[in-house]
């Protein structure tokens, strides 16, 4: 399975929706009024510039709101509205796809206000930044790294929340796209006739990622290398295993005609 780069789900918008409303970033700051222009380093008394960033981002424009919700925080940085724009800033960076803002600000938020109930939330949408970045096997998977490492911390740290739960609906996602990743140049040795290589990239899979839809095809790829090396026992107990967890699959029955014309019996394995 391939991950989009920015896929749009409901259930990540309706995830989003969600804890923007359970944070409460926004409880009690009636009175603001609503500035007539919205003109960022502009001196500005902090509900009215709170208030214009929240509107902006209401209307959807993302951009103009996280300058504003920045703005808060420069011009009342002793405020208690600094923290929660500084949060909903990361937010708006967030929605405005400027994914390496808004990392940094969640970030920024954390360092300071580590205890604060809203961590959690900040934590998720450093992921939700990196997996919205994951970028197709063919690419360099730096960032589908960072996304596993910022969903585990997820998980890690806040494991009965609702952003556990959906990070790890995203990491079997990404631990499958990095399964495909190691599919791919494994795929490629073989075609190259660097039948070693590729079998080290397939036992990654079967290693590291078993859980993943790659697993039955990494099996069968590695029957093919071992007999290319000529290691017709591993071959043998290799088909043996694909047979034994993936009855039905094709590439079991690939493995099994391949194994046959080599004169060897899967099932006496």
């Not at 510039?49 to 808060?72: H, I, S």
């Not at 929660?84 to 920024?108: H, I, N």
């Not at 631990?175 to 036992?203: I, Q």
Request: hydrophobic share 40%.
């Amino acid at each position: 399975m391939t991950l989009p780069a920015s896929g749009r789900s409901p259930l990540r918008i309706a995830v989003l929706a969600a804890a923007t409303v359970a944070m409460g970033l926004t409880a009690g700051c009636a009175g603001g009024g609503k500035a007539k222009k919205d003109v960022a380093y502009v001196a500005r008394d902090v509900d009215t510039l709170y208030m214009t960033a929240k509107d902006r981002l209401d209307k959807g424009d993302a951009k103009q709101a996280a300058a504003l919700f920045d703005e808060v925080e420069r011009q009342h940085p002793y405020s208690p509205w600094a923290r929660r724009a500084q949060l909903m800033g990361a937010f708006s960076y967030y929605v405005a796809r400027d994914y390496a803002k808004s990392v940094q600000t969640a970030q920024r938020f954390l360092s300071i206000h580590p205890g604060n109930k809203d961590a959690p939330y900040a934590y998720y949408l450093v992921a939700l930044c990196y997996y919205e970045q994951i970028s197709d096997v063919t690419r360099d998977q730096k960032i589908t790294q960072q996304a596993l490492t910022a969903l585990t911390e997820v998980i890690r740290r806040y494991p009965n929340t609702d952003y556990a739960t959906d990070a790890r609906l995203k990491l079997d996602l990404v631990n499958d796209h990095l399964a495909g990743k190691e599919m791919e140049v494994g795929r490629f040795y073989e075609k190259s006739g660097k039948w070693l290589a590729g079998t080290l990239r397939f036992r990654v899979v079967i290693d590291k990622y078993q859980t993943t839809s790659h697993t039955p095809e990494a099996l069968f790829r590695l029957v093919e290398c071992y007999l290319a090396l000529g290691i017709r026992d591993e071959a043998q107990k290799t088909a043996a295993v694909l047979g034994a967890n993936y009855p039905g699959s094709e590439w079991y029955k690939r493995a099994f005609k391949l194994m046959n014309a080599k004169g060897d019996d899967i099932s006496a394995v």
